[in-house]
């Protein structure tokens, strides 16, 4: 269903002033009485009080950072336009020079200002004759509150928030910059710092309930060749974004800078550094770091779903969109929420389904293609496209897989003069999968006699990481009473899960003689585990 920007600025107005769009505005009235241009985060200085070093690189803190440099691969596809920002000192709108290596620089401009600052002046609207920027006051309104779990996607369990962004992975100073970087880049890039902050981070952003649309200010000029420029700047600084982050950090030197970012983590972590240091902002709960080997996993090692929850929410990162964004026949691309987009615990052959929520940034109607399968999106608003998979592999484990989906985005009105034509937007999906079941029967038995050992035949079967006991059955059962029952006579044939359900307990007990007769027992114990991912 596709929601209107004014019908999102309706629901927002009755709705009341959202707490993340006051402190929008409160950062934004005190950097109009703050003149000069912004100033990048600097990293934060180490406080005695602050950052807790860790002990130990053996211990569990780093076995933690571990896992976490593992997982990262899973978001190798996830892009990361965000700058991290924990003290809300930049300015939404000011302009930001990107390098050839992916650092950002400031420049002493405005690009642009969020729509909601300004109000729209009556019969407002584009003149086909003016400068070919967007035009200054249009749609005013405010956005209403995103759409917080789509259908088909996991709900939020109680004091749980919706997570519209979830990342694991490499920040050199305030940039995101994926699952690894070669970290000389990061020191010849045109700047003169000899030291930059290394972080490992997991962090989640919530849902944003105030979606925010930015007009261009008077510093965006037409370009010579088509569409429009701010000075030198290539991006500018959007809207404050929420969340919750845990990072390992660590300072690096241009002499310590050879080789890759994660082989210098894994380096300074296996050798107990002390300079690495953790740091929380807000309160984030991982779950499913542990990343357990799986005995028989394609390349040795599967793992598990990595489950973020964010328990307490504060300003965290700023969202970074190119200048280009704000010229007036601009196809801005839409936004995705959530990324990546997680189709939970799916087993091989079964098919997963997940709906997006796409945020359309143009001033103008749009019309999503997907496959067969296409929806229109009106300016400024939203609509839930659906995605599917069918995983396949042979791994008796959790085994977390990631692929690639696209679709395409266009004007709803072919005639409308945008630029680009048309998007393709790449959306990263993720899928925890393995095989549906395993199955384990063996033949069990003691020895014949008068006092056989029993202990032989009573097994504790454990089901592989990530499955749970679904069935444990003795079968084909034969004891040496009168009746061959293995439960008269003084037999006893059991077979139970065990206390935490991932495993079967069989026992099988009897009677004994010093003087006649032969006993014993013998049955082919099952076990049937059933995929139980979290």
């Keep these: 269903m596709a929601v209107s920007g004014a019908e999102r600025a309706r629901r927002s107005a009755a709705a009341g002033a959202a707490p993340a769009r006051a402190l929008l505005l409160g950062a934004l009235a005190s950097a109009l009485g703050c003149p000069g241009p912004p100033e990048m985060p600097a990293a934060p200085p180490r406080r005695s009080g602050g950052a807790a070093v860790l002990p ?58 969020p729509k909601a600052e300004r109000a729209a002046p009556a019969g407002a609207g584009a003149n086909p004759g003016s400068s070919g920027l967007a035009a200054p006051g249009a749609i005013a309104a405010a956005a209403a509150p995103a759409i917080a779990a789509a259908p088909g996607a996991p709900a939020p369990a109680p004091g749980e928030r919706a997570i519209d962004f979830r990342y694991v992975g490499i920040a050199v100073d305030s940039v995101l910059v994926g699952a690894d970087v070669d970290l000389p880049a990061y020191f010849s890039a045109g700047g003169t710092l000899d030291r930059r902050r290394l972080r490992l981070v997991a962090m989640a952003l919530v849902a944003d309930e105030d979606p925010q649309f930015f007009d261009p200010t008077e510093s965006v000029v037409p370009a010579p060749g088509g569409g429009c ?120 052959g079964a098919t997963g ?11 103008v109607d749009i019309r999503v293609t997907h496959g067969e399968r296409a929806v229109e999106v009106p300016a400024h608003g ?102 061959g029952s293995c439960n008269a006579e003084g037999y006893r044939l059991t077979a139970e899960a065990t206390a935490d359900g991932r495993g079967c307990a069989f026992r099988c007990m009897g009677p004994s003689s010093s003087i006649w007769g032969d006993h014993g027992c013998a049955y082919t114990a099952t076990m049937v585990c059933r995929l139980g991912c979290k």
């Design 56 to 113: 130990d690189c053996k211990g569990s803190g780093c076995s933690q950072a571990g896992a976490l440099l593992a997982a990262a691969r899973a978001f190798s596809d996830v892009r990361h336009d965000y700058l991290l920002d924990t003290s809300s000192a930049m300015v939404p709108g000011r302009g930001l020079s990107r390098s050839a290596a992916g650092v950002f620089s400031p420049v002493g401009l405005a690009c642009a200002q």
């Design 353 to 363: 389904t997940a709906q997006a929520l796409v945020t359309n940034r143009a001033q």
């Design 229 to 348: 420029a701010c000075g030198r700047a290539t991006h500018f600084i959007g809207a404050v974004k929420r969340g919750a982050m845990v990072a390992y950090e660590t300072d690096v030197t241009a002499g310590e800078a050879h080789g890759t970012a994660v082989g210098l983590f894994k380096a300074r972590i296996e050798a107990g550094d002390r300079r690495v240091t953790m740091t929380s902002v807000g309160e984030l709960a991982i779950e499913g770091v542990e990343g357990a080997p799986v005995a028989g996993a394609k390349g040795g090692q599967a793992f598990g779903a990595l489950r973020l929850e964010v328990k307490k929410a504060v300003p965290l990162a700023y969202a970074i969109y190119p200048v280009a964004d704000v010229c007036r026949f601009s196809l801005a691309e839409p936004e995705i929420a959530p990324l990546p987009l997680d189709l939970g615990v799916v087993p091989y």
């Design 382 to 483: 939203s609509a839930e496209l659906t995605f599917s998979w069918t995983p396949e592999g042979e791994t008796a484990g959790c085994e977390r897989q990631t692929r690639r989906e696209t679709f395409v985005v266009q004007p709803k009105d072919p005639a409308s003069p945008v630029v680009p034509r048309e998007r393709a937007v790449v959306v990263p999906l993720q899928v925890t999968t393995g095989m549906p079941t395993f199955s384990k029967h063996e033949p069990i038995a003691t020895e014949t006699g008068r006092s056989p050992d029993y202990g032989r035949a009573s097994v504790d079967w454990t089901c592989p990481a990530g499955y749970v006991a679904e069935q444990c059955e003795p079968q084909l059962a034969s004891c040496l009473s009168s009746t």
